[in-house]
């Protein structure tokens, strides 16, 4: 069985006015779609590995064979990092579904580390304007149990480095450049209406475990 594109759970204008509904398109159907296209030719004479969530997978990068390490780095990466991307967007406030932001342990834990958050969001908003080039503004979870902020060039996935991802923003130009073109600032500042917190806060919650 190979890997699949998953369906996104709202509709490509669902988050309107903030990421417009042809940039949802493309990136999932045509972005997400290469990625996961080039995993499966890179894995198609590796059944075994083939097998494994592609969580899985990146977490034993390590002994994935050498040949195929890159393109399951960059491919594996890519599927990884959208399939968590799309989970942790919701519909946006002007669909009448928003409003909601952090609560209960998530927020305490935010609290704590960052100070507040409004002090969360200015630093993470400031990760994400300072990745050069492609890549992802991430807070991640350390195997040392930490929240923290980090920024991933191209796909590279936290779980390579067993770290679990909380909450993630795709900072790609092809995430943005067509509403916003090289405005990243305003994508970002865009992005944080759109977050669905129940998602990212189960992400936390799983993470403890
Ligand atoms: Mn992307």
Redesign the pocket.
């Known amino acids: 069985m190979s890997y699949q594109l998953p369906k996104l759970p709202y509709s490509y204008d669902a988050l309107e006015p903030y990421i417009d509904k042809v940039t949802m398109e493309i ?1 999932h159907t045509k ?2 779609q290469a990625y996961i296209d080039n995993l499966n030719k890179a894995l198609s004479s590796y059944p075994k590995l083939e097998k494994l969530e592609v969580e899985e997978l990146l977490k034993k990068i390590d002994s994935v064979p050498t040949e195929i390490k890159q393109a399951v780095i960059n491919h594996g990466g ?1 599927h990884a ?2 399939s968590f ?1 799309w989970k942790v967007l919701r519909p946006s406030e002007a669909s009448g579904e928003g409003g909601m932001s952090p609560s209960g342990q998530l927020l305490q834990a935010l609290d704590k580390t960052f100070g507040s958050f409004d002090k969360f969001k200015e630093e993470f908003t400031q990760k994400a304007l300072s990745v050069f080039g492609s890549g992802w503004a991430f807070l991640i979870f350390t195997k040392e149990g930490e929240l923290k902020l980090k920024r991933h060039s191209f796909q590279n996935s936290p779980l390579m480095h067993g770290n679990v991802p909380i909450l993630g923003l ?1 900072v ?1 130009e ?2 943005y450049y067509l509403k916003y073109q090289n405005r990243r600032a305003e994508y970002v500042e865009a992005w944080w209406h759109v977050i669905n917190w129940k998602q990212v806060e189960s992400n936390y919650l799983k993470a403890l475990k």
């Open positions: 990136h972005h997400h890519g990092n959208h991307f795709d790609w092809h995430a």
